[in-house]
């Protein structure tokens, strides 16, 4: 059975950094993809970036939004992903969740799919808000 459990998440001010991570047992991010998305307002789950080690598909991909400001690293020997997000804005407010598994194939440049979906497996998710 595949685990994923995110941790990371709080409060800052507009300006300031936080890094996420996100833990998988039963799953090896050294030979999957996995994604960081966001709920967004109308309750779909944006991508916010996104990495895949699967050889034809290797590499990391950030949505324009945080591009520059956010950082996807992998640590294989603990089977964990981060993403240190700097320069927080407001709108980066949401809770943010990790899914493994995400892609089967290609990251997409842009995706919104329905949070939680049968697709992935996904963590609990954790709360990042930004006061301005």
């Known amino acids: 059975e595949v685990q994923v459990v995110e941790s990371g998440g709080g409060s800052v001010e507009a300006g300031g950094s936080l890094k996420l991570s996100c833990t998988a047992s039963?799953?090896?991010?050294?030979?999957?993809?996995m994604g960081w998305y966001r709920q967004t307002p109308g309750n779909e789950c944006e991508l916010v970036s996104g990495i895949s080690s699967i050889s034809s598909y290797a590499g990391t991909q950030y949505a324009d939004s945080v591009r520059g400001r956010f950082t996807l690293s992998q640590d294989n020997a603990k089977n964990t992903v981060y993403l240190q997000m700097n320069s927080l804005k407001p709108e980066d407010t949401a809770v943010y969740y990790c899914?493994?598994?995400?892609?089967?194939?290609?990251?997409?440049?842009?995706?919104?799919?329905?949070?939680?979906?049968?697709?992935?497996?996904w963590g609990q998710g954790t709360q990042v808000t930004v006061s301005s």
């Open positions: 899914a493994a598994n995400a892609f089967h194939g290609v990251i997409p440049t842009r995706e919104r799919r329905p949070c939680l979906d049968p697709f992935a497996y």
């Open positions: 039963g799953f090896t991010f050294e030979t999957g993809d």
